[in-house]
């Protein structure tokens, strides 16, 4: 049986297409393994989001090109790094034998079907290995519109695409009846859900469907774009007890000049309300938020309004990135990168500073109380999961409780995790 390696980094949703291309490399009769070494196939999907990331695809590539010589495994790569400059790619990287796009899964079974290695016409779809993971991605809308100004995702993701409901709806029960017992629905954009489909179906008319699925015990659904987070989403995720309380709402920037820069389509003042009223019909919701700093032109008063606005609303979870300039961008065109690298981290490490603080705090007020949890998976002698708040949760025992919803009373809290044991 050959062994296939697949290796990703990048956004939930590079992570998804990642489970899709396994489980079909596993229809196919291949077996995973953690290491490139004895893999025959050899995937690597990548994310160029930010030159960091991208940096990380490169230096990937170029450690493979002696395993290439030595042992010649297939090398694919897939996600963002691959747009419609393939020749390029394929001038700059000799060695690998397939570029395909994010979701262009057909290449990849075209690809292994001409070697003899897969059947014709069957292509990576729904996860349905015989153990799947309790919690599982479920993309449900491709691609943005929005072109924020510092962003490279529509020109490598396209338009959104919105998969039907009932295809959605079918794929979720066969996940559940598999013994999946809970879906993050994913999108870029995933509150924009429906709109470009027939009866234009919107995120709380799908959650509602999702809700009355037997087995089922939980629903997430990322990343929400501030613009297009409704009242009747709000009120959905009141109602239907599958859903969970707990949202992603990017807010990128405290600033309103930043923010129109940034073609973020709402003020701090919209945004501050949206919490609010959030906060109003979800009193329990958890709430976690992108922030970028150093975006060209922001300024020390600038970016403590981002700060201070951190401070006020109080996330559970803040991931902050330093502005990273994306060639073919409009930011990159119309902007210089002029805040100098070192303030850049200054900034970024005020904001992870602030955060430990405030998640520390937040999460103290758990010491002593019993959670939920949806157990994922073990690490170090231990088990994991997460709540409904999305909160990752650690407790020791010895018998098997992999996707059992089990009761823990927290011993010990930190601002990243949780610890406790069985009630
Ligand atoms: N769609 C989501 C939204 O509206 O924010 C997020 C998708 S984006 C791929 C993920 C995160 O990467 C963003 O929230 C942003 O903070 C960060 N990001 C995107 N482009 C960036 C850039 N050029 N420099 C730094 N961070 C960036
Ligand atoms: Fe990028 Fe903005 Fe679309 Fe998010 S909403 S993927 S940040 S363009």
Same mark, same amino acid.
């Given at each position: 049986?050959?062994?296939?390696?697949?290796?990703?980094?990048?956004?939930?949703?590079?992570?998804?297409?990642?489970?899709?291309?396994?489980?079909?490399?596993?229809?196919?009769?291949?077996?995973?393994?953690?290491?490139?070494?004895?893999?025959?196939?050899?995937?690597?999907?990548?994310?160029?989001?930010?030159?960091?990331?991208?940096?990380?695809?490169?230096?990937?590539?170029?450690?493979?090109?002696?395993?290439?010589?030595?042992?010649?495994?297939?090398?694919? $790569?897939? #996600?963002?790094? %691959? *747009? !419609?400059?393939?020749?390029? =790619?394929?001038?700059?990287?000799?060695?690998? @034998? +397939?570029?395909?796009?994010?979701?262009?899964?057909?290449?990849?079974?075209?690809?292994?079907?001409?070697?003899?290695?897969?059947?014709?016409?069957?292509?990576?779809?729904?996860?349905?290995?015989?153990?799947?993971?309790?919690?599982?991605?479920?993309?449900?809308?491709?691609?943005?519109?929005?072109?924020?100004?510092?962003?490279?995702?529509?020109?490598?993701?396209?338009?959104?695409?919105?998969?039907?409901?009932?295809?959605?709806?079918?794929?979720?029960?066969?996940?559940?009846?598999?013994?999946?017992?809970?879906?993050? $629905?994913? #999108?870029?954009? %995933? *509150? !924009?859900?429906?709109?470009? =489909?027939?009866?234009?179906?919107?995120?709380? @008319? +799908?959650?509602?469907?999702?809700?009355?699925?037997?087995?089922?015990?939980?629903?997430?659904?990322?990343?929400?774009?501030?613009?297009?987070?409704?009242?009747?989403?709000?009120?959905?995720?009141?109602?239907?007890?599958?859903?969970?309380?707990?949202?992603?709402?990017?807010?990128?920037?405290?600033?309103?000049?930043?923010?129109?820069?940034?073609?973020?389509?709402?003020?701090?003042?919209?945004?501050?309300?949206?919490?609010?009223?959030?906060?109003?019909?979800?009193?329990?919701?958890?709430?976690?938020?992108?922030?970028?700093?150093?975006?060209?032109?922001?300024?020390?008063?600038?970016?403590?309004?981002?700060?201070?606005?951190?401070?006020?609303?109080?996330?559970?979870?803040?991931?902050?990135?330093?502005?990273?300039?994306?060639?073919?961008?409009?930011?990159?065109?119309?902007?210089?990168?002029?805040?100098?690298?070192?303030?850049?981290?200054?900034?970024?490490?005020?904001?992870?500073?602030?955060?430990?603080?405030?998640?520390?705090?937040?999460?103290?007020?758990?010491?002593?109380?019993?959670?939920?949890?949806?157990?994922?998976?073990?690490?170090?002698?231990?088990?994991?999961?997460?709540?409904?708040?999305?909160?990752?949760?650690?407790?020791?025992?010895?018998?098997?409780?992999?996707?059992?919803?089990?009761?823990?009373?927290?011993?010990?809290?930190?601002?990243?995790?949780?610890?406790?044991?069985?009630?």
């Amino acid at each position: 049986m050959p062994y296939y390696h697949i290796w990703t980094i990048g956004c939930q949703m590079n992570k998804a297409d990642s489970e899709r291309i396994g489980s079909y490399l596993e229809q196919i009769g291949c077996q995973s393994s953690p290491e490139a070494e004895e893999a025959e196939i050899i995937v690597l999907n990548s994310c160029v989001v930010r030159q960091s990331a991208e940096n990380r695809v490169i230096n990937k590539l170029d450690a493979l090109k002696s395993l290439k010589r030595r042992q010649n495994p297939i090398l694919a $790569l897939t #996600g963002c790094m %691959v *747009d !419609s400059r393939v020749d390029e =790619l394929k001038r700059r990287f000799p060695h690998v @034998d +397939l570029f395909f796009g994010p979701q262009a899964f057909f290449e990849l079974s075209r690809f292994l079907a001409s070697r003899g290695l897969a059947p014709e016409g069957l292509e990576p779809g729904l996860v349905l290995s015989s153990s799947p993971s309790p919690s599982i991605f479920v993309p449900i809308i491709q691609g943005c519109d929005n072109f924020c100004s510092y962003c490279i995702v529509p020109y490598r993701r396209g338009r959104e695409r919105s998969r039907p409901m009932e295809e959605i709806l079918c794929e979720v029960e066969r996940l559940a009846a598999c013994g999946v017992k809970e879906v993050t $629905l994913l #999108g870029q954009n %995933v *509150d !924009s859900y429906g709109h470009d =489909l027939p009866q234009e179906p919107d995120l709380a @008319d +799908l959650l509602s469907q999702l809700n009355q699925i037997a087995g089922l015990a939980r629903i997430r659904f990322l990343t929400s774009h501030p613009k297009d987070m409704s009242e009747r989403l709000i009120e959905a995720m009141a109602h239907l007890e599958k859903v969970c309380e707990h949202l992603s709402l990017p807010l990128q920037a405290g600033d309103d000049d930043i923010l129109r820069a940034m073609r973020r389509g709402y003020t701090v003042e919209h945004y501050r309300e949206l919490i609010g009223n959030i906060r109003c019909v979800l009193p329990h919701v958890a709430l976690s938020t992108d922030v970028i700093v150093g975006f060209p032109g922001e300024s020390e008063e600038q970016f403590q309004r981002t700060y201070d606005l951190l401070s006020e609303l109080r996330f559970d979870t803040v991931h902050v990135a330093a502005y990273s300039p994306r060639p073919g961008t409009i930011a990159s065109r119309k902007f210089e990168d002029d805040v100098p690298a070192e303030e850049k981290r200054r900034r970024r490490e005020m904001v992870e500073s602030l955060q430990e603080v405030i998640a520390t705090e937040i999460n103290r007020k758990l010491l002593g109380q019993t959670v939920e949890i949806l157990v994922e998976g073990r690490k170090k002698g231990k088990w994991q999961g997460r709540t409904r708040t999305n909160k990752l949760v650690f407790f020791g025992d010895e018998a098997d409780h992999l996707g059992e919803l089990v009761k823990v009373k927290v011993g010990k809290t930190s601002p990243w995790a949780l610890q406790g044991r069985l009630a």
